[in-house]
């Protein structure tokens, strides 16, 4: 049998840019993912909170040699959370900052999960026609707010234009003064990197978190070919320098709950952070819609 490459793949779309290689596909991607069922006792029928998914509307991460890294959101850390959220109840709108389409690393899709696929044809015009963040902001952070949650997915796309982005601070003060969920994974915290600015605190100082291990990022990813090259900056070091404790060192499922905020480490994770979120969300409601956190 021949031996799987461990070069990255061009990307015929663009110049420079690479996709992961065949054989970090074959470590990494699978056709089904773990979810095996629902959780929860009984879903939310109230119909009047939802959460709100801040995803990345990016294509293309430079490395620091200059190869760009064709990814996007990771579409079993966006699609199973979400398919937890959805039948617990509870509507899931979508939104990026330009509200250009949300991008997602198609070559992880897993295609022979029905499960997650359904959700993805489901969601599929939500993902193609985002909202503009910054249109709906005013309702958001609003007095009635219908969100009780804000929801970034993972992937290395988050790496690009979320940490700097006023938009996603503001959701995110809203959601620290309110008591409302933030829920993230792997790369995902790159957004929570928007709360350090014009701050003399981070927003998230002192918080414990799980992330994708820099480690990772730095070897394996670089030996397998799974990116074209060294990122320029490293998630779980920002993170740390701003006060943040990282509680994994690998990547096994693990999900961390400090607080108001939800994170997992990767993938791996994904459906973990689901049956996590689904809990939570139906903890900060009654059955008849009252909010009770």
Same mark, same amino acid.
């Given at each position: 049998?021949?031996?799987?490459?461990?070069?990255?793949?061009?990307?015929?779309?663009?110049?420079?840019?690479?996709?992961?290689?065949?054989?970090?596909?074959?470590?990494?991607?699978?056709?089904?993912?773990?979810?095996?069922?629902?959780?929860?006792?009984?879903?939310?029928?109230?119909?009047?909170?939802?959460?709100?998914?801040?995803?990345?509307?990016?294509?293309?991460?430079?490395?620091?040699?200059?190869?760009?890294?064709?990814?996007?959101?990771?579409?079993?850390?966006?699609?199973?959370?979400?398919?937890?959220?959805?039948?617990?109840?509870?509507?899931?709108?979508?939104?990026?900052?330009?509200?250009?389409?949300?991008?997602?690393?198609?070559?992880?899709?897993?295609?022979?999960?029905?499960?997650?696929?359904?959700?993805?044809?489901?969601?599929?015009?939500?993902?193609?026609?985002?909202?503009?963040?910054?249109?709906?902001?005013?309702?958001?952070?609003?007095?009635?707010?219908?969100?009780?949650?804000?929801?970034?997915?993972?992937?290395?796309?988050?790496?690009?234009?979320?940490?700097?982005?006023?938009?996603?601070?503001?959701?995110?003060?809203?959601?620290?003064? *309110? =008591? !409302?969920?933030?829920? +993230?994974?792997?790369?995902?915290? #790159? %957004?929570?990197?928007? /709360?350090?600015?014009?701050? &003399?605190?981070?927003?998230?100082?002192?918080?414990?978190?799980?992330?994708?291990?820099?480690?990772?990022?730095?070897?394996?990813?670089?030996?397998?070919?799974?990116?074209?090259?060294?990122?320029?900056?490293?998630?779980?070091?920002?993170?740390?320098?701003?006060?943040?404790?990282?509680?994994?060192?690998?990547?096994?499922?693990?999900?961390? *709950? =400090? !607080?108001?905020?939800? +994170?997992?480490?990767?993938?791996? #994770? %994904?459906?973990?952070? /689901?049956?996590?979120?689904? &809990?939570?969300?139906?903890?900060?409601?009654?059955?008849?819609?009252?909010?009770?956190?």
């Amino acid at each position: 049998m021949k031996e799987l490459s461990k070069e990255p793949v061009r990307d015929r779309a663009e110049h420079n840019a690479y996709f992961p290689s065949d054989y970090s596909l074959s470590v990494y991607t699978s056709p089904k993912t773990d979810f095996d069922s629902f959780k929860f006792k009984k879903a939310y029928e109230g119909g009047k909170y939802k959460v709100l998914m801040v995803a990345s509307d990016e294509r293309y991460v430079q490395m620091k040699n200059g190869k760009l890294f064709s990814t996007g959101n990771h579409p079993v850390e966006t699609l199973l959370p979400m398919l937890h959220i959805h039948h617990a109840g509870f509507e899931i709108d979508v939104a990026t900052l330009s509200g250009n389409s949300v991008k997602l690393e198609m070559w992880a899709m897993p295609n022979e999960d029905k499960n997650v696929m359904d959700m993805y044809q489901k969601y599929l015009p939500k993902l193609e026609n985002p909202l503009k963040l910054s249109d709906i902001l005013k309702e958001v952070i609003g007095e009635n707010s219908p969100y009780l949650a804000v929801f970034f997915p993972g992937g290395h796309g988050p790496l690009v234009n979320l940490p700097e982005s006023h938009d996603v601070k503001e959701v995110l003060k809203w959601a620290m003064e *309110k =008591d !409302r969920k933030i829920i +993230t994974l792997c790369h995902g915290p #790159a %957004a929570l990197l928007s /709360g350090s600015i014009d701050e &003399d605190k981070f927003l998230f100082d002192g918080y414990k978190m799980t992330v994708f291990p820099d480690s990772l990022d730095e070897g394996a990813n670089q030996e397998i070919g799974y990116m074209p090259g060294k990122l320029k900056w490293l998630l779980a070091d920002k993170l740390e320098k701003l006060g943040v404790k990282i509680v994994n060192t690998g990547i096994t499922g693990e999900v961390c *709950k =400090d !607080r108001n905020v939800l +994170t997992g480490d990767s993938p791996l #994770a %994904a459906n973990n952070l /689901g049956i996590l979120t689904a &809990d939570e969300l139906l903890a900060m409601v009654e059955y008849k819609g009252v909010l009770i956190c």
